[in-house]
């Protein structure tokens, strides 16, 4: 004996689907949240009257009227410099200008009213993570504001798995917040210099994952 048709079940079928796609829909939305790189708003970098010194940097450090004391000092990673008549000098934490002015105070044992520059003459080469489906995971070395592509390229070559529309990188704008801000990036667009991805430059602790 054939079943008889339930008046319900186009509205009830409907119902179901409907309520199957919504249970889809996080599974379908993975990629999280995230900002375009062309809707990403740049902090502003520290400038360089703010600059603190970190053990790796190059200095010039320019003592006027003493050639013999004038010199290019790489900060150690116990955070020191070593100049002539002061022995070991603390820099590491100090801004250019205040690291001068305790160079010329100490100085004045040894000559008459020292003038003393600090100068960066070279920033410490920064580590940018590579995560994901990229031939070669882990800590990059690079230089100071590196691209994106220079990263890429340092990274290898893309797996066969990787979405080249799915690259994110993590950056801590606020070190106070749980999550970094998560910014996507297509690789089509940093080889086409399309919108901001091209110029797009990474900053020390940056992490970049390949999806």
């Avoid at 703010?50 to 190059?58: K, L, M, S």
């Avoid at 450090?61 to 790489?74: D, I, M, N, P, S």
């Amino acid at each position: 004996m054939p079943s008889r048709p339930s008046r319900f079940r186009g509205p009830v079928s409907r119902a179901l689907a409907c309520a199957g796609l919504l249970l889809l829909a996080p599974a379908c939305s993975g990629l999280g949240k995230y900002t375009w790189v062309n809707d990403y708003q740049e902090k502003p970098t520290e400038s360089d009257a703010a600059y603190r010194i970190v053990p790796g940097d190059v200095l010039n450090v320019k003592v006027f009227g003493q050639e013999a004391l004038t010199t290019r000092a790489k900060v150690r990673e116990d955070g020191h410099i070593s100049l002539t008549f002061l022995d070991d000098v603390e820099a590491a934490g100090h801004t250019p200008a205040l690291l001068a002015q305790q160079i010329q105070t100490r100085l004045k044992d040894f000559i008459n009213h020292p003038v003393v520059t600090v100068s960066l003459e070279e920033a410490r080469p920064m580590s940018v993570t590579m995560l994901g489906e990229v031939a070669n995971v882990g800590a990059h070395v690079l230089d100071p504001g590196a691209t994106l592509l220079q990263a890429l390229g340092a990274a290898g070559s893309f797996t066969d798995y990787a979405h080249r529309d799915r690259i994110f990188v993590l950056r801590r704008d606020d070190p106070q917040a749980e999550q970094p801000t998560r910014i996507r990036v297509r690789y089509e667009d940093i080889i086409r210099g399309e919108g901001r991805a091209a110029a797009f430059r990474l900053r020390p602790g940056d992490v970049v994952v390949v999806e």
